[in-house]
């Protein structure tokens, strides 16, 4: 009941309101109010467009830190021509072969740690691009399966390729860089990774291969380090070490 009145009183006013609810055509509208005008307000001013903030890689860090038992599980044991306490982790940043920043890992000797950051500084200054910075541990301290995933890695306790005696490595004064494009190879030209074979033609310039007297060369050789490259026969292109061996 209530709906009905209500019904009947709209239907009232629209007949009384000619101009509402669609009334009589003919009537002529009343013409719209003019347009009001706004003034902007003196104290109201518009902000300048905001700068781009300057794009590009980040500067290069690194961070040297002790090594505990954990961090080197599969590399380092008891008997090893250095102990844990002489040991350094040093985490820092590395160009990548897709032009990008990385952070990397690498355990080498404390005598040395300031002297490697100082190299991988200057090779991330100069775009010198690496595959991978990880420690061999994550390859289960397997050098064979660091080489096969291209990985840049330093301090591991073994012997040297195809001797009794203990690498440099296990001291933690060498270094194995993009360890694919600059391979080991032996006397007769023998390389052990087959997708590592093409770099055994050292006229290649492809991405992270190292030269003689090149900018990689020159980086190690500023803090004292000799190249596996000049060797003359094996030639360990990626290897660079305190003592040249």
Known sequence: MERVSLGILATGLCVTLVSGCGGDKSAKAS???????????????????????????????????????????????????????????????????????????????????????????????????IRRMELVDKYGGSDFKSIEADNTSAFNCRNATGASSWSQHAYGHAVDLNTCENPYVHPNGHIEHPRCVKYGNRKRHDPGLVHAGDKVVKAFRSIGWGWGGTWGGPWDYQHFSATGH
Not at 34 to 63: E, I, L, N
Not at 114 to 122: A, C, D, L, P, S
Request: glycine letters at 10%.
């Open 31 to 129: 013409p719209p109010p003019p347009a009001a005008v706004v003034t902007p307000s003196a104290s109201v001013s518009a902000s300048p467009p905001a700068r781009p903030s300057p794009t590009g890689p980040r500067p290069f860090a690194a961070k040297i830190s002790k090594v505990t038992r954990a961090t080197v599980k599969h590399s380092w044991r008891p008997g090893c021509p250095v102990g844990l306490g002489g040991l350094r982790l040093i985490t820092m940043t590395y160009w990548g072969m897709d032009k990008k920043t990385h952070e990397g890992a690498m355990v080498v000797n404390a005598d040395s740690a300031g002297k490697i950051v100082k190299v991988f500084r200057t090779l991330y200054g100069q775009r010198y691009p």
